[in-house]
């Protein structure tokens, strides 16, 4: 009987869990053991948590628990077990953000976003895995055992938020947030088959966060429905009085804008850029996803994609170099030894992008901003492209080397995400079916700044039109079986 | 002219002083003529009025 309430409760959403405990129907401390039970089972394989904060949760989940019976809540994610990319400062916690180096220092300060999330009555369960100073796009990091895809072991998570893509598509945590430079969010929501969620620039407060390149960095939930994303984006967006970046204006009830009709939207198909490149697979899923966007009323509208979006995703890699170096400078000199070889050599280049080619860059974002909004948003509401144009790589082919190859995965990884932060618009991932291999493959919808309502209208209707999002992960059903059977097996 | 791995030595020697290993000079050399490449490119439509700060003005201005 407790298995099969466990089971039942770990194959629900976010929103579906905290709703239950809302109403008493479950507790939060089931809710919470249904997690762990899943931890438990799942994490000695695949290796998403770096850090489990039980007791805390235990004790949390206790007096939520107890408050509610008292005819309180603390909010609408009361309850609810969550997990975050180990790069969000709790005081007096080690937040290692997947290094050496901070391994041992405890934070100073509290996230904003974790206060937010606090207050709202989730519970926060421990740190997931990352890619070392989330630099770098497949999922790999040197210093930690590798987080394995819930859909096939021989494929990455992608990062660099990889632990909170692993945790949520294995249902171990309702949702996670991750943090997205250049696709940390969305591409690893598309390579384990879930919802990503880029919010424009500015939105949500990065005030306690790892910081990697200060003008691109944005904080974004990983869900496995867009209903979750947006109750969590509803939460931790909006402004902070610690943060002068994050926006002053009030945020939208996102959630009460899901069920609209799609009548009068226009969905912009790209000519040019997105649509270069595409794996045949990929390729189908985009098509047939437009196909469900036509169906439920939407217009597909063919959008032109200026030339300055080539541009912007060449000078992508400059501003985050040039930010992220200034960032490590002191331990680069100091600690050099202690970074792994490859996110070592990632930060080398920075060092010598000059002050003037930098701001050169920033300057051009104005112009591209402007630029791609007058082309694609003068003509559609939400544009859709792939989120990854290749399947999600094999172990294999993302082993570090040098060479134009290897080279040529990784830019491909985030060739077209990296360019939707450089323009600093929101952009929403969600899985749109499946490549003959048998691998979650996502869209991205992107649109005009402030425009997650939007976003969320949209991938929540796609959702509800194909249930995709109930999938369970291919190998995950055989791990469980198998782990609940044989033990754990040592790797 | 492309940026040499003497160069980057050099400023490294003077300036940066990082520990960086005798064989990523000539690997990091082209990354930094691409990076100069994409800098130049951007040159293209460079406008000296024009402030890093309107970016994010804009987001505001053209908001959804």
């Not at chain 1, 008493?24 to 401390?29: D, E, K, L, T």
């Not at chain 1, 660099?160 to 991750?178: D, E, F, I, K, T």
């Not at chain 1, 970046?245 to 945020?251: E, G, K, L």
């Not at chain 1, 009068?264 to 490149?277: A, L, N, S, T």
Request: net charge neutral.
């Amino acid at each position: 009987m407790a298995q099969q309430l466990a089971d039942e409760l770990q194959n629900l959403s976010l929103c579906e869990a905290a709703d239950l405990v809302k109403t008493g129907q479950v507790s939060a401390v089931e809710v919470l053991n249904a997690c762990v039970k899943q931890i438990d089972t799942l994490d000695p394989v695949y290796h998403a948590f770096v850090r489990q904060d039980r007791e805390s949760a235990l004790a949390r989940a206790r007096w939520l628990d107890a408050i509610r019976s008292a005819g309180e809540s603390s909010g609408p994610l009361h309850g609810v077990p969550m997990a975050h990319k180990d790069m969000y400062y709790r005081s007096g916690r080690v937040s290692a953000c997947g290094s050496r180096i901070r391994s041992k220092e405890p934070a100073k300060t509290t996230a904003t976003v974790l206060r937010k999330l606090d207050c709202a009555g989730s519970i926060d369960l421990g740190g997931l895995a990352m890619v070392e100073f989330a630099m770098g796009p497949h999922g790999f990091n040197a210093h930690l055992p590798r987080a394995l895809n819930p859909w096939d072991h021989d494929r990455v998570p992608c990062g660099s938020s990889s632990g909170s893509g692993v945790a949520v598509a294995s249902r171990m945590v309702y949702a996670s947030l991750g943090s997205d430079t250049g696709g940390s969010v969305r591409c690893p929501a598309a390579a384990n088959g879930i919802v990503g969620c880029l919010p424009t620039n500015g939105l949500v407060s990065r005030r306690g966060v790892m910081p990697m390149s200060w003008s691109l960095d944005c904080v974004g939930p990983l869900t496995r429905t867009v209903r979750d994303a947006a109750r969590i984006l509803k939460v931790i967006a909006g402004p902070d009085s610690l943060d002068n970046t994050a926006t002053a204006t009030p945020v939208p009830d996102y959630e009460s804008e899901l069920e609209r009709t799609l009548g009068g939207i226009r969905i912009g198909i790209p000519q040019g850029y997105f649509d270069e490149d595409l794996d045949s697979d990929v390729q189908t899923a985009i098509a047939a996803s437009l196909d469900v966007f036509r169906q439920a009323g939407a217009a597909l509208v063919p959008a032109a994609i200026p030339k300055s979006v080539s541009v912007a995703s060449d000078l992508h890699p400059l501003v985050m170099k040039a930010e992220g170096s200034a960032n490590h400078r002191l331990w680069k000199r100091a600690h050099a030894d202690e970074y792994s070889d490859e996110v070592g050599k990632r930060l080398e280049a920075g060092f010598f992008i000059s002050a003037a080619d930098y701001v050169n860059a920033l300057q051009y974002r104005a112009f591209a901003l402007g630029d791609f909004l007058d082309a694609v948003f003068s003509k559609v509401d939400a544009l859709l492209t792939p989120v990854l144009p290749i399947p999600t790589p094999t172990l294999e082919q993302t082993a570090y080397r040098s060479g134009p190859g290897y080279l040529k995965m990784v830019v491909a990884l985030t060739r077209n995400t990296r360019v939707i932060n450089f323009l600093g618009l929101p952009a929403l991932s969600v899985t749109c079916g499946y490549t003959s291999e048998g691998m979650p493959t996502s869209f991205q919808l992107v649109g005009r700044p402030f425009s997650e309502s939007l976003l969320f209208r949209l991938g929540h209707r796609f959702q509800m039109e194909t249930n995709l999002h109930r999938t369970i992960p291919r190998a995950l059903e055989r791990d469980r079986l198998d782990l609940n059977r044989l033990g754990i097996p040592r790797r | 002219m492309p940026i040499s791995p003497e160069v980057l030595k050099a400023i490294n020697n003077e300036a940066q002083q990082i520990p960086i290993r005798e064989e990523r000079w000539p690997e990091l050399a082209v990354e930094l003529n691409q990076l100069r490449a994409a800098a130049e490119a951007a040159l293209a439509v460079h406008d000296f009025d024009r402030d890093p700060a309107e970016f994010f003005a804009l987001l505001h201005s053209r908001r959804a």
